[in-house]
């Protein structure tokens, strides 16, 4: 499984002060990912812009012209925690270019790996089609997925959403489109407050929106758990023609903005059950970062999510061991989740 990194390098651009999405959190992560790729033999990429008509894929035109003046005339804040300075509409544009990028190196005509991960900021999946949310400008997920329909020619695409947060750009988005699969992994209740398990699409998209809303003190065994009852297996009936991964990192047991229990390890178990199962599909992975805000340990998480998908053993040293957690509902929950699900697929 061989996988690279995409790179923004222009990434401090997007100034956000002092906020948690901030561009002293990168530095690291690259220092550190570029290590690995030179260890491996891995390639890294350099982002490009997308053109204003792939974001128009996934959204309005009105809300692609707001965040370009609102970044003019910046700071503006576009929502009470989504800043767009003076350059943030380049950025953004590279941010959601990244994922292009990484779209063509594992699925386009010159495939030259198996997987990508895109250090991306801001992060997407929580600027919907009309607005900037939650830190995000554009969805580089569903600008990603829309782009390898129309220009890749692949007539389905799943979303694997492992942030924290729940997804809701990303779900309002392709909420009624059936060539998407949006699936979602998030602390509930949390920020921003959907995704709960009877939000499953509408219209033609009825049944391809699959949310699993974890209990607050899950881990990495539930999300496995997860992975492999509810997940994995629609996944592999979807059949997708590429798979793209919201890559956050922020359910860690020792990032501040949620409760979750996840280890570097839970990570890298993510993410190599999700390349594996791109392997057997024989399709490109697209990894793109979202969340993760504790700079101490997010090169550590990002090391481990990169091995994952690369398939070479990550050194865990330093990770932060998680504590012993009683019952706190999960069984309950994936027991309703499968009852939700199975109305839309034989699980
Ligand atoms: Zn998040």
Request: proline fraction near 7%; include cysteine.
């Amino acid at each position: 499984m061989k996988t690279g990194l995409v790179l923004l390098r222009e990434q401090a651009g997007h100034e956000t002060g002092s906020h948690p999405e901030n561009a002293k959190r990168f530095p690291g992560v690259v220092e550190r990912l570029g290590n690995d790729s030179r260890e491996h033999g891995l390639p890294i990429l350099d982002s490009r812009p997308a053109e204003v008509e792939d974001l128009l894929r996934a959204h309005t035109e009105s809300h692609v012209e707001n965040v370009r003046v609102a970044a003019e005339s910046g700071p503006t804040w576009l929502d009470g925690d989504t800043v767009a300075s003076p350059q943030s509409y380049e950025v953004a544009l590279r941010s959601a270019g990244a994922a292009l990028v990484a779209a063509d190196a594992v699925s386009g005509p010159d495939r030259s790996a198996d997987s990508m991960f895109a250090i991306v900021r801001p992060p997407g999946h929580h600027a919907t089609a009309d607005r900037a949310m939650g830190f995000c400008l554009f969805s580089n997920a569903a600008v990603a997925a829309r782009y390898a329909r129309e220009s890749l020619g692949i007539d389905r695409v799943a979303v694997l959403d492992w942030d924290v947060h729940h997804g809701n750009g990303t779900q309002d988005i392709l909420y009624d489109d059936p060539s998407v699969l949006f699936v979602s992994f998030h602390q509930w209740p949390l920020y921003p407050g959907s995704g709960w398990i009877d939000e499953v699409g509408v219209g033609e998209g009825r049944g391809f929106t699959v949310n699993l809303p974890m209990p607050p003190g899950s881990g990495d065994r539930e999300h496995l758990e997860g992975f492999q009852a509810i997940a994995g297996p629609i996944l592999d009936q979807f059949d997708p023609g590429l798979l793209i991964v919201s890559a956050g990192q922020d359910g860690h047991v020792a990032d501040q903005l949620a409760s979750q229990n996840l280890t570097a390890a839970g990570y890298g178990a993510l993410a190599r059950a999700s390349a594996e199962f791109a392997a057997g599909k024989g399709i490109g992975l697209v990894a793109l970062h979202e969340g993760g805000y504790n700079p101490e340990t997010l090169p550590l998480l990002d090391h481990a999510v990169y091995a994952g998908l690369g398939g070479f053993t990550p050194d865990l040293t330093g990770d932060t061991p998680a504590p012993e957690v009683g019952d706190n509902g999960w069984p309950e929950r994936l027991a309703q989740i499968r009852r939700a699900q199975s109305v839309y697929w034989p699980i």
